[in-house]
T-cell receptor, first 113, second 109 residues
Framework: EAGVAQSPRYKIIEKRQSVAFWCNPI?????LYWYQQILGQGPKLLIQ????????DSQLPKDRFSAERLKGVDSTLKIQPAKLEDSAVYLC???????????FGPGTRLTVT | RKEVEQDPGPFNVPEGATVAFNCTYS??????FFWYRQDCRKEPKLLMS???SGNEDGRFTAQLNRASQYISLLIRDSKLSDSATYLC??????????FGTGTSLTVIP
């Protein structure tokens, strides 16, 4: 079974630039999560989708971050404009539904200079 | 109060030792509990689920204490390859999960 796919794996941008990340979850998984993980910390949930609806986006900085999952399958996360403090690993995860174990993609390591 | 709390460590133990980590959670309605392992610069990988009756997988044992609201992970006969960060994840009783900050383990030869 294919795992969660993410791209790109690495991205370096300057502050105030824009960046987008893509995630394709495990086939059949209804729930998709985007996490931000800063070095030395646990994953912090940014947004959770159930199919193509948002379950929780309370920790998403909506002035600069946006995410969509239009057809209930793959998803994109965008940052515009980026700040230095956005440097982190952005992890995508999926699960059958919100109560089951999550499986993570390899992440995108973002460096903002 | 944080939803989930873990002792960040680090735990430095010799090979062959037994080590245990705890993870406390604040929501008594929590229903699902998991332990993840995260290697340096890698994504978290599911280690095991934690059931009410406990769960054992080889050298690893996970237990749930609902009365005191914590889960535990016990690693017996530690191997060098067990060196990693161990994250707990707790469901809030609905559809949302919270991760701890992780406990760092280093197994020393």
């Amino acid at each position: 079974e294919a795992g969660v796919a993410q791209s790109p794996r690495y991205k370096i941008i300057e502050k105030r630039q824009s960046v987008a990340f893509w995630c394709n979850p495990i086939s059949g998984h209804a729930t998709l999560y985007w996490y931000q993980q800063i070095l030395g910390q646990g994953p912090k949930l940014l947004i959770q989708f159930q199919n193509n609806g948002v379950v929780d986006d309370s920790q998403l900085p909506k002035d600069r971050f946006s995410a969509e999952r239009l057809k209930g399958v793959d998803s994109t996360l965008k940052i515009q404009p980026a700040k230095l403090e956005d440097s982190a690993v952005y992890l995508c995860a999926s699960s059958w539904d919100g109560a089951y174990e999550q499986y993570f993609g390899p992440g995108t390591r973002l460096t903002v200079t | 109060r944080k939803e989930v709390e873990q002792d960040p460590g680090p735990f430095n133990v010799p090979e062959g030792a037994t080590v245990a980590f705890n993870c406390t959670y604040s929501n008594s309605a929590s229903q699902s509990f998991f332990w993840y392992r995260q290697d340096c610069r890698k994504e978290p990988k599911l280690l095991m689920s934690v059931y009410s009756s406990g769960n054992e997988d080889g050298r690893f044992t996970a237990q749930l204490n609902r009365a005191s609201q914590y889960i535990s992970l016990l690693i017996r006969d530690s191997k060098l390859s067990d060196s990693a960060t161990y994250l707990c994840a707790v469901n809030d009783g609905g559809n949302q999960f919270y991760f701890g900050t992780g406990t760092s383990l280093t197994v020393i030869p």
